[in-house]
């Protein structure tokens, strides 16, 4: 493909149809040149292949579904990672889809958003790890991938209206990094996120788009809208966004009357042009390879097993024997929850049902306990726990968050499971103390009855083939090695952002600034129920001889390296994941108390001794310097530390960073709410100097004039917005009938929060962006212009 020549060939109007898609999930073809689609689809943790590519939410065809992102990073293997995008890549090929738009890169800074279950973890480093290996598994198979969501994309409430607002250090070190870093790998495309900016919508950002990701990071392929995203098609392409999804005729005809006026230049539009024509050229002749699901299923199964995280194991509980007497409670275990609500929702090839499977054994029994469709105690179920319970040596009971507990589009407002559940678990307490809890949840919770159970095990969300890894760790034919990519909190308001998390439909200030779990808990010192990186065995550890070659770096090229012997003491062959920290003593600039460095997980076996190597350098140590705009590292002292978790260190080692550097002052050095030796305590007058802005705004109440950004809830004061309203709200309880509880909740959020424009373009054709127009101009009491733009085309 000429590429350059091709740009000579093309239209001004068929250039603009190359930059919005051809329908849902499709670029455009132009037939005439040879210019093919790229086929791209949602996939997290799986192919999500529309069976009609011109709507976004029609049914998908079958496809292995893998271990949500959340459960992956527990394995803290990169080797699984690998596995899993390069299975999921295979699957993509057999079906002809070009394009994985996945993995998902923001980090988790509140347990209550709702999409927690499709991100990596709190730690930038672990999502950097894990997500390299997803990416290097998938180009194995010549399948494209999109990071997303680009960037400070942390909630799902008011997520297409709200406005993120952080300072850089917040940005630089934790927001922007995993994209910083992963766009060096050279993935396809970068999805911009729903939410604004500082203000500005993410798809339409300069400085987020052009001057951070392409020119600091230097990212060189595709940006991508994500669905519906796009606010003002021209200003999008003046920020470099090169693709708007799904396809419309208002985006292609926006961006031609934006050329016609001046607003925007033919070099603008051939830039983004090469760019989509680079991306066609790749993946024209591509190949469709055949794919065994089964063998894939298999895969599911391995994932999901080396990333179950063992939280308790009084008693030694488990692994349990097969002359145990088990009995199994929890409609989940019938019902399992294996995946995640939203855009990455998998028709799944075949689902191990965890009580089929588990039941399979002569000695164990289930029965229901509870309904996970609701949060009512059922009397008919407790009556037969009352006669089963004290029967049984040891009880397993199923339980955790339900579909509609968490999901995208919307999010959480607590911390606990339903209430039937923790009534199960008391109650069981009062008849056998031997009790087991398997967690199926996709962010963290307050375990329930955390005292009356003796072992907890946690499989987060274990994809189709749950069953079958569970079954293999509860009997110990795998012996659990997961570790938790993030903090389980004792209560909600000890998080560092709880009181600025979801603050409204406007403004959200990101207040607690780099302070994001476990940096900020262990800066504070505050207790927590299950610290980063926390994770048993059925073996036993023992840690010992670490080792630094150099005590001293003098020079921007010094480096050391740090070992560190590990002893596997037995009873059986296990899996260690060795962290490695640091700690800045004393800092110049305040610094969070504990850093991840790296990490390491290997196979030791019973009575064998390995030695574990990481390197470090003068890099390592860095922080992002305000004032200088760039990374940096002061010179001091630091504690390189083993730990088993972000909590607990067992063995430190000090180096001296020396060569002569004084630090540079930052505004950073006289905020003492920010200072841990002072307590963090963010206050607003130093949040203001932060962001050099008032910290106002946070929830607006919308008066006319009503624009198209505005959404149903803001206009529900007026007689178009009733009407509307319900209109729109009868025409999705119809069109959408057989769909979840979940499904619905979701959807209904969407359509009383998500922007009028963005529903247009999300309906599938059924509301035009022009009836949108014209039902905001009613609204405004404009009804000679609402009768204009009601008779007008897209």
Known sequence: MNIDQLVKDLTVEEKCSLLTGKDAWNTMNIDR??????????????????????????????????????????????????????????????????????????????????????????????????????????????????????????????????????DDRAKYELYYRSFQELVKLEPDMVMCAYNKVDGVYASENIN??????????????????????????????????????????????????????????????????????ELVNKFKDQEI???????????????????????????????????????????????????????????????????????????????????????????????????????????????????????????????????????????VYNLNQNIILVLQIGSPIVIPSYHNVKAILNCYLGGEALGIALDRVLFGAVNPSGRLAETFPLKHNDISSDKFFNTGNNNTFYQESIYLGYRYYASANVEVRYPFGYGLSYTHFEYSNMLISKSKLLKETDKLTVSVDVTNNGPMDGLEVVLLFFEAKNPAMPRPKRELIDFSKVMIKNGETKTISFKVNIETFKYYHPELKQFTTDDGVYNLQICKNARDILTEKVIDINRGLEHVDSVWNHLESYHPIKGLSFSNDDYKLLVNQELSHQHVKHTRPFTINNNLEDISDTRIGKFMSKKLYDMAMAENSEQSPQELKMFMAGLKQMPLRALALISDGKLRVNLTKAIIAAANRKYFKAIKYYFRKD
């Open 33 to 166: 040149l040879d210019i093919p689609s790229v086929f791209m689809a949602d996939g997290p943790h799986g192919l999500r292949k529309v069976t009609d590519s011109s709507s976004v939410s029609q049914a998908a065809e079958t496809a292995v579904c893998y271990p949500s992102l959340v459960t992956l990073a527990s394995s803290f293997d990169p080797s699984l990672a690998k596995m899993m995008g390069q299975a999921i890549a295979s699957e993509y090929r057999a079906n002809g889809v070009n394009l994985i738009l996945g993995p998902g890169v923001n980090l988790k800074r509140h347990p209550y958003c709702g999409r927690n279950f499709e991100y990596f973890s709190e730690d930038p480093l672990v999502t950097i790890k894990m997500a390299t290996a997803f990416i290097e598994g998938a180009k194995k198979e010549k399948v494209g991938v999109c990071l997303k969501h680009f960037a400070l994309n942390s909630q799902e409430d008011y997520r297409m209206t709200n406005s993120s607002i952080a």
């Open 208 to 277: 987020l788009l052009k001057e951070v990701l392409r020119d600091e990071f230097g990212f060189k392929g595709v940006i991508v809208s994500d669905w519906s995203a796009v606010n003002d098609r021209t200003n999008a392409l003046i920020a470099s966004l090169d693709l708007e999804m799904p396809g419309c005729m208002y985006g292609v005809n926006t961006l031609i009357k934006g050329y016609k006026a001046g607003k925007v230049s033919i070099d603008e539009i051939n830039a983004s042009v090469k760019r989509i024509l």
């Open 289 to 427: 390879k055949k794919v065994d699901l089964d063998k894939n299923h298999q895969k599911a199964a391995l994932i999901a097993e080396g990333s179950m995280v063992l939280l308790k194991n009084k008693d030694n509980m488990l692994p349990l024997s097969e002359k145990d007497k088990v009995l199994v409670i929890g409609d989940m275990a019938d019902i399992v929850r294996y995946q995640g609500g939203g855009s990455s929702h998998i028709s799944a090839y075949k689902v191990d049902s965890i009580k089929d499977i588990l039941t399979k054994h002569k000695l164990v029994y289930y029965t229901k306990g509870y309904d996970s469709g609701s949060d009512e105690v059922n009397s008919e179920y407790l009556d037969d726990i009352k006669n089963l319970a004290p029967n049984y040596d040891k009880i397993v009971i199923v339980c955790g968050l339900t579909d509609d507990y968490e999901s995208e589009g919307y999010d959480r407002n607590h911390l606990s499971i339903p209430a039937n559940q923790e009534y199960i678990i008391n109650q």
